[in-house]
Protein backbone atom coordinates (compact mmCIF):
# COMPACT_ATOMS: atom_id res chain seq x y z
CA UNK A 1 0.00 0.00 0.00
CA UNK A 2 0.92 3.33 -0.77
CA UNK A 3 2.39 5.22 2.04
CA UNK A 4 -0.57 8.31 2.24
CA UNK A 5 -2.21 9.61 5.71
CA UNK A 6 -4.78 12.06 5.80
CA UNK A 7 -5.70 13.97 9.06
CA UNK A 8 -7.82 14.29 10.84
CA UNK A 9 -10.60 11.43 9.26
CA UNK A 10 -13.59 12.89 10.79
CA UNK A 11 -14.36 16.45 11.60
CA UNK A 12 -17.27 18.01 12.12
CA UNK A 13 -16.98 22.20 12.00
CA UNK A 14 -19.60 25.03 12.27
CA UNK A 15 -19.94 27.34 9.33
CA UNK A 16 -17.62 29.81 9.09
CA UNK A 17 -14.89 28.49 10.95
CA UNK A 18 -11.75 27.73 9.21
CA UNK A 19 -10.74 24.08 8.54
CA UNK A 20 -6.81 22.58 7.56
CA UNK A 21 -6.73 18.82 6.38
CA UNK A 22 -3.39 17.29 5.69
CA UNK A 23 -2.12 14.39 3.44
CA UNK A 24 1.58 13.13 4.23
CA UNK A 25 2.98 10.48 2.11
CA UNK A 26 6.15 8.87 2.40
CA UNK A 27 6.49 7.68 -1.65
CA UNK A 28 8.26 10.66 -2.46
CA UNK A 29 6.54 11.37 -5.19
CA UNK A 30 6.67 14.82 -7.03
CA UNK A 31 2.61 15.48 -7.60
CA UNK A 32 -0.22 15.46 -5.11
CA UNK A 33 -3.77 16.19 -5.51
CA UNK A 34 -7.32 16.64 -3.19
CA UNK A 35 -10.39 15.63 -4.21
CA UNK A 36 -13.92 15.48 -3.13
CA UNK A 37 -16.47 12.64 -3.04
CA UNK A 38 -19.96 13.45 -3.50
CA UNK A 39 -23.04 10.99 -4.44
CA UNK A 40 -24.16 12.13 -7.90
CA UNK A 41 -20.99 13.75 -8.69
CA UNK A 42 -18.02 10.73 -8.44
CA UNK A 43 -14.28 12.59 -7.66
CA UNK A 44 -13.82 15.94 -8.44
CA UNK A 45 -10.12 17.46 -8.28
CA UNK A 46 -9.93 20.33 -6.33
CA UNK A 47 -5.94 21.33 -6.16
CA UNK A 48 -2.72 19.58 -7.01
CA UNK A 49 0.47 19.94 -6.58
CA UNK A 50 3.22 19.34 -9.36
CA UNK A 51 6.01 20.37 -6.50
CA UNK A 52 7.29 22.03 -3.42
CA UNK A 53 5.57 25.76 -3.59
CA UNK A 54 3.97 24.52 -7.21
CA UNK A 55 0.56 24.31 -7.47
CA UNK A 56 -2.86 24.42 -9.96
CA UNK A 57 -6.54 24.59 -9.47
CA UNK A 58 -8.92 21.67 -10.60
CA UNK A 59 -12.73 21.43 -11.39
CA UNK A 60 -13.79 22.80 -7.88
CA UNK A 61 -11.54 25.09 -6.45
CA UNK A 62 -13.39 27.60 -5.27
CA UNK A 63 -13.63 28.20 -1.39
CA UNK A 64 -10.50 26.01 -1.17
CA UNK A 65 -7.03 26.99 -0.97
CA UNK A 66 -3.68 24.28 -0.61
CA UNK A 67 0.01 24.56 0.18
CA UNK A 68 2.98 22.43 -0.14
CA UNK A 69 5.89 23.71 1.57
CA UNK A 70 7.96 20.01 1.87
CA UNK A 71 7.50 17.19 -0.92
CA UNK A 72 5.82 14.64 1.72
CA UNK A 73 2.87 17.30 2.98
CA UNK A 74 -0.03 19.07 0.81
CA UNK A 75 -2.59 21.00 2.99
CA UNK A 76 -6.02 21.78 1.97
CA UNK A 77 -7.61 24.62 3.57
CA UNK A 78 -11.36 25.90 3.60
CA UNK A 79 -11.15 29.26 5.03
CA UNK A 80 -14.76 29.92 6.23
CA UNK A 81 -16.61 26.72 5.40
CA UNK A 82 -19.88 26.30 4.20
CA UNK A 83 -22.58 23.43 4.83
CA UNK A 84 -21.90 22.99 0.61
CA UNK A 85 -18.36 21.91 1.68
CA UNK A 86 -19.95 18.86 3.71
CA UNK A 87 -17.63 15.80 1.66
CA UNK A 88 -15.39 13.14 1.97
CA UNK A 89 -12.27 14.66 0.90
CA UNK A 90 -9.28 12.47 -0.46
CA UNK A 91 -5.61 13.06 -1.54
CA UNK A 92 -3.42 10.84 -3.87
CA UNK A 93 -0.19 11.10 -5.14
CA UNK A 94 1.09 10.26 -8.99
CA UNK A 95 4.56 9.19 -9.83
CA UNK A 96 5.87 10.83 -12.94
CA UNK A 97 4.97 11.04 -16.34
CA UNK A 98 6.20 7.90 -18.35
CA UNK A 99 6.10 6.14 -14.71
CA UNK A 100 3.09 3.63 -14.31
CA UNK A 101 -0.17 4.73 -16.69
CA UNK A 102 -1.00 7.99 -14.80
CA UNK A 103 -2.63 6.22 -11.75
CA UNK A 104 -3.57 7.45 -8.52
CA UNK A 105 -2.83 6.54 -5.43
CA UNK A 106 -5.64 7.52 -3.08
CA UNK A 107 -5.17 8.11 1.05
CA UNK A 108 -8.46 6.63 3.19
CA UNK A 109 -10.51 9.91 2.99
CA UNK A 110 -11.66 12.34 5.50
CA UNK A 111 -15.23 13.13 6.27
CA UNK A 112 -16.32 16.30 6.68
CA UNK A 113 -19.02 17.86 8.16
CA UNK A 114 -19.88 21.30 8.33
CA UNK A 115 -22.89 22.71 10.33
CA UNK B 1 -20.61 19.21 -18.24
CA UNK B 2 -19.28 16.27 -17.39
CA UNK B 3 -16.28 14.98 -18.94
CA UNK B 4 -16.88 11.29 -18.17
CA UNK B 5 -20.32 9.93 -17.72
CA UNK B 6 -21.48 6.56 -16.46
CA UNK B 7 -25.24 6.73 -16.95
CA UNK B 8 -25.55 3.44 -14.59
CA UNK B 9 -25.49 3.99 -10.96
CA UNK B 10 -26.04 0.50 -10.07
CA UNK B 11 -25.61 -2.62 -11.60
CA UNK B 12 -26.92 -6.14 -10.14
CA UNK B 13 -24.96 -9.71 -11.35
CA UNK B 14 -25.64 -13.16 -10.53
CA UNK B 15 -21.90 -14.97 -9.20
CA UNK B 16 -19.90 -16.41 -11.77
CA UNK B 17 -21.78 -14.72 -14.57
CA UNK B 18 -20.02 -11.28 -16.54
CA UNK B 19 -20.82 -7.68 -15.38
CA UNK B 20 -20.02 -5.59 -17.77
CA UNK B 21 -19.97 -1.38 -16.62
CA UNK B 22 -19.78 1.13 -19.36
CA UNK B 23 -18.41 4.64 -19.58
CA UNK B 24 -18.26 7.78 -22.02
CA UNK B 25 -16.00 10.62 -22.24
CA UNK B 26 -16.44 13.58 -24.22
CA UNK B 27 -12.45 14.83 -24.94
CA UNK B 28 -10.74 13.36 -27.40
CA UNK B 29 -7.38 14.45 -25.52
CA UNK B 30 -7.49 12.43 -22.55
CA UNK B 31 -4.42 9.75 -22.74
CA UNK B 32 -5.12 7.22 -20.74
CA UNK B 33 -8.59 5.40 -19.42
CA UNK B 34 -8.65 4.18 -15.90
CA UNK B 35 -11.25 2.49 -13.98
CA UNK B 36 -11.14 2.07 -9.87
CA UNK B 37 -12.42 0.48 -7.46
CA UNK B 38 -13.90 1.50 -3.99
CA UNK B 39 -15.27 -0.17 -0.97
CA UNK B 40 -17.07 1.73 1.54
CA UNK B 41 -14.96 3.90 4.34
CA UNK B 42 -11.90 3.19 2.07
CA UNK B 43 -9.89 5.15 -0.96
CA UNK B 44 -10.44 4.47 -4.32
CA UNK B 45 -7.53 1.67 -5.61
CA UNK B 46 -6.54 1.31 -8.88
CA UNK B 47 -7.65 -1.49 -10.91
CA UNK B 48 -7.27 -0.83 -14.64
CA UNK B 49 -6.02 0.72 -17.14
CA UNK B 50 -5.68 1.64 -21.03
CA UNK B 51 -3.46 3.63 -22.89
CA UNK B 52 -5.36 5.51 -25.82
CA UNK B 53 -3.32 3.93 -27.97
CA UNK B 54 -4.60 0.63 -27.23
CA UNK B 55 -8.41 -0.80 -27.66
CA UNK B 56 -8.23 -4.27 -25.07
CA UNK B 57 -6.03 -4.55 -21.98
CA UNK B 58 -6.51 -7.53 -19.52
CA UNK B 59 -5.56 -8.68 -16.31
CA UNK B 60 -6.70 -11.55 -14.96
CA UNK B 61 -10.86 -11.27 -14.02
CA UNK B 62 -10.66 -8.14 -15.66
CA UNK B 63 -10.87 -6.65 -19.46
CA UNK B 64 -11.06 -3.29 -19.86
CA UNK B 65 -12.08 -2.04 -24.14
CA UNK B 66 -11.48 1.34 -25.54
CA UNK B 67 -13.83 2.72 -28.72
CA UNK B 68 -11.92 5.57 -29.17
CA UNK B 69 -14.34 6.42 -32.45
CA UNK B 70 -17.61 6.28 -30.04
CA UNK B 71 -15.31 7.98 -27.19
CA UNK B 72 -16.69 4.68 -25.32
CA UNK B 73 -15.04 1.86 -22.55
CA UNK B 74 -16.05 -0.91 -20.75
CA UNK B 75 -14.92 -2.78 -18.64
CA UNK B 76 -15.91 -6.69 -18.21
CA UNK B 77 -15.48 -8.85 -14.98
CA UNK B 78 -15.46 -12.41 -15.36
CA UNK B 79 -16.58 -14.36 -13.48
CA UNK B 80 -18.31 -11.85 -11.49
CA UNK B 81 -17.53 -12.41 -7.31
CA UNK B 82 -19.28 -11.51 -4.56
CA UNK B 83 -16.20 -9.86 -3.17
CA UNK B 84 -16.20 -7.87 -6.23
CA UNK B 85 -19.33 -5.49 -4.76
CA UNK B 86 -18.26 -2.14 -4.93
CA UNK B 87 -18.52 1.35 -6.57
CA UNK B 88 -16.19 1.13 -9.97
CA UNK B 89 -15.25 4.62 -11.05
CA UNK B 90 -14.42 5.42 -14.20
CA UNK B 91 -11.44 7.98 -14.76
CA UNK B 92 -9.42 9.69 -17.61
CA UNK B 93 -6.23 11.32 -17.47
CA UNK B 94 -4.78 14.16 -19.21
CA UNK B 95 -0.85 14.97 -18.75
CA UNK B 96 -0.16 18.41 -18.79
CA UNK B 97 2.42 18.81 -15.64
CA UNK B 98 0.11 16.68 -13.39
CA UNK B 99 -2.16 13.43 -13.62
CA UNK B 100 -5.49 15.53 -13.86
CA UNK B 101 -7.82 12.86 -13.78
CA UNK B 102 -11.16 13.37 -14.71
CA UNK B 103 -13.59 10.76 -12.81
CA UNK B 104 -17.30 9.40 -13.88
CA UNK B 105 -20.07 9.12 -11.09
CA UNK B 106 -19.32 5.53 -10.21
CA UNK B 107 -21.37 2.64 -10.81
CA UNK B 108 -22.30 0.61 -7.68
CA UNK B 109 -21.74 -3.20 -8.58
CA UNK B 110 -23.78 -5.96 -6.33
CA UNK B 111 -22.72 -9.72 -7.17
CA UNK B 112 -25.54 -12.00 -5.54
CA UNK B 113 -24.02 -15.11 -4.34
Known amino acids: DAGITQSPRHKVTETGTPVTLRCHQT?????MYWYRQDPGHGLRLIHYSYGVKDTDKGEVSDGYSVSRSKTEDFLLTLESATSSQTSVYFC??????????????FGEGSRLTVL | DQQVKQNSPSLSVQEGRISILNCDYTNSMFDYFLWYKKYPAEGPTFLISISSIKDKNEDGRFTVFLNKSAKHLSLHIVPSQPGDSAVYFCAASDWTGGFKTIFGAGTRLFVKA
Open chain 1, 92 to 105: AISEEEGVGTGELF
Open chain 1, 27 to 31: ENHRY
